[in-house]
C-alpha cells in the first residue's frame, strides 16, 4: 500500500488530511497565543513577575501572586482563551454555510440576540433560569427570525445582512430597555450585556464554556469534511453523498451553541467571529472552514483585545468588548465596501 | 495500479447487487416519479430506464424538467411520488455515499472554492469513498491520475481551478466526477457557457468515455450537438417523456414541430449523416 502524501496516519482505519502550511499556522498561533497568555499575568501593577510566574503556575504562587492567580487573572484569562475560541469556531462553522464573510453569527444578530436571551433571563427572572439557557433561548429565537424574515433561508447575502441588522438593533434595544428597567443605575452592567466584558469572571465560567467547547468541537471535527464540500454548492456536495441540507442544519445549530456559551460566560463580544475565520483563512490561503485555526485565532484576538483592555491606560475599566467593537467596526467596514463594489450585496 | 484493477476493485463494493442488475439497463431508472419545487409537479409521472453504456442526450423546450429529472436521478432531488431505483432498491434508502459510489453527476453551477487547485477539485471526488477519519483511500492516486490524464489536465494540476479558461475549468469538473469512478456519469447542460470550439471538445470528450465503455447521460439544448454525439435520445415536453431512441429514428420534422414548435427539415448531416435540424420558423406565438 502506497503511503498518502499530506495525510497523518494512523493504522488502517486513521487518514486525516493535514497541510503543512495549516501546521506552521497553527504553530505560529500557538507561539503567539501563549505569549499574550504570559503577558496578561505578567504585565501592569498587578503583574505577577516573569521570573516567579513558572513557580506560581506549578503550585508556589503564595500572597498577592495567588490572589490574582486565581482569582483576578487566571480565571479571567481562561475565560477569554475558551470564549475566543468559541466565537472563532462559531464564525468558521456559520460563515462557511452562508459562504460569505457577513454571513457571521455577530453580523446576523445572532451575539445580540444571545445578549437579550441572557439579559432577560438574569434581570428578569434571576435565578429562576440558568443564564446560559436564557442565552441559547435568544440565540435560537435571534437565528429562526432572521431565517424567516430572509424569505430565502441562508443564501442570500444581502438580505441576511439586512434581516440581521434589524434583528440586532431589537435585541439591542430589548436589553437596553430591561437593564433600564430593573438596574437604573448600573451603566457597567448595561455595557457588559451591550458590548461583553471579561472582568470579574470566576472558574465557574471557565468551566462553562470549557464544557461547551468540549462538546461542540469535536461534533463540529466531525462535519468539517462535508462542510468542505458544500462550499461547491448544494447540487456538487449532494451528489458527492454530503447530504448539505444536514450538513448546514448541524453547523448552524453548533454555532448557534456556541455563541450562546461565549455570550452567557461574557457577553457580546463582537467581531471574534467575523474576522477570526477570514484571518485563519489568509494564514493558509487553502480551502475548507479552518476550524482549528479558525479557533486559536479566536482566542488570540479576544487574549489580546482583553490584554489592550486590561492595560492600555483608558479612564474607566473599558470592557474588552469596546475594544473588539472598534477593532472589527473598520474590519467590517472594509468587508461592506469590497462587497458592495464587488455587487454581490 | 491500472483501470482495470480499479474497475476490480470498485466492483467487491457492488457484489450483491449485481444479481438486481439486468443486462441492458445500468440498474438506475424512475418509476412513475413526480418531482417539484414546492409548486406544480415539474416532472410528471416518469418511467425510465438509463440504458447500459449509451451515450444518452436528454433534450426538450426550457422548463420542460430535464435538468430536474437528472438532478431526481442523482439523489439531490427527492421525488414527491415515484421512486428512482437504483440497482432494484430506492435511492433514498442508501445512504449519500454509497449512491455517490455508483451515480455521479455534474451540476450546471458548481462553485470552485478560492483557492483550490485542479488536483484539490478532482480530489473531492474521491470523498464517497472514504469515511470519516479515512479520508483517503489506496485508489485515490489511480483514479485522480486517471482523470486529470484523461481530461488533458496534466500539466494544470497545480494550478488554481479559479485561473482556469472556462473550457478547463469545466473538464476539471468532468475530472472531478471521472475520479469519482462511477458506474454511471450525469451531466446537466455541460456546454451551456462555453464557447462553440470548446463545447465540441467537450462533447468528443464525452464520446471517447462512452467508446471506453462509460454510460453517459447528459442534458443538451442543441438538437444537432445531440443528434451528432447520442447514441441514445431521450426527448421530454412538458414535465413527461416523449419518445426514446437512437437520434436516427427519434428525430424527425414532426417531433421537433410537437416538442419545440419549430417548423423544419431534418436532413442527413453531410459529415456524419446524423440527423441534422434545418429550421424554417417558429410555430409559437409571436413569430411572423
Redesign the interface.
Known sequence: ??R?KG?V?LG??????VSRVSVVAGLVLTVLLLAACVATLSLGRLGIPLTDLLGALTGGARGKAAFVLERLRGPRLVVGLGTGAALGLSGALFQTVT?NPLGSPDVIGLASGAGAGAAAVALLLPGVVPVPIGALAGAVLAVVVVYVSTGTGFRNPGRLIVAGIGVSAISVAFIQYVVYAVERDKATVLTAYVNGSLSARSWEHAVTIGIVLLVVAPLAA?IS?RL??S??????A??????PGGTRTAAVALSVVLSAGAVAVAGPITFISLTAPQIA?RLT????PHLMLSSLTGALLLVLADLAAQQLPLPGGVPVGVYTLALGGLYLGYLLIREWKKGTL | MSTTGLKDAMSTTTTGLEDAMSTTTTGLGARNVTVSYGGDPIVRDVSLDIPQGELTMIIGPNGCGKSTLVKTLARIMKPDHGQVLLHGRDIWSYRGRQAARHVALLPQNPVAPDGITVRGLVRRGRYPHHTLLRQWSPDDDAAIGFALERTGLDDLAEAQAGELSGGQRQRAWIAMVLAQQTDLLLLDEPTTFLDIAHQYDLLELCRELHREGKTIVAVLHDLNQAARFASHLIVMKGGKVVTQGPPSRVLTPELVAEVFGLACDVVPDPRTATPMVIPHASLTDGAA
Not at chain 1, 231 to 236: A, F, H, K, N, P
Not at chain 1, 238 to 243: N, V
Not at chain 1, 285 to 288: A, R, S, V, W
Request: aromatic fraction near 4%; hydrophobic fraction near 40%; proline fraction near 6%.
Open positions: 500500500m502506497s498518502p495525510f496516519v488502517r482505519a486513521v487518514a486525516v488530511p459562504r466531525a469534511g468542505a464540500l462550499e461547491m454548492g448544494d447540487e456538487t449532494g451528489m458527492l453523498g454530503a447530504e483563512r490561503g487553502g480551502t475548507g
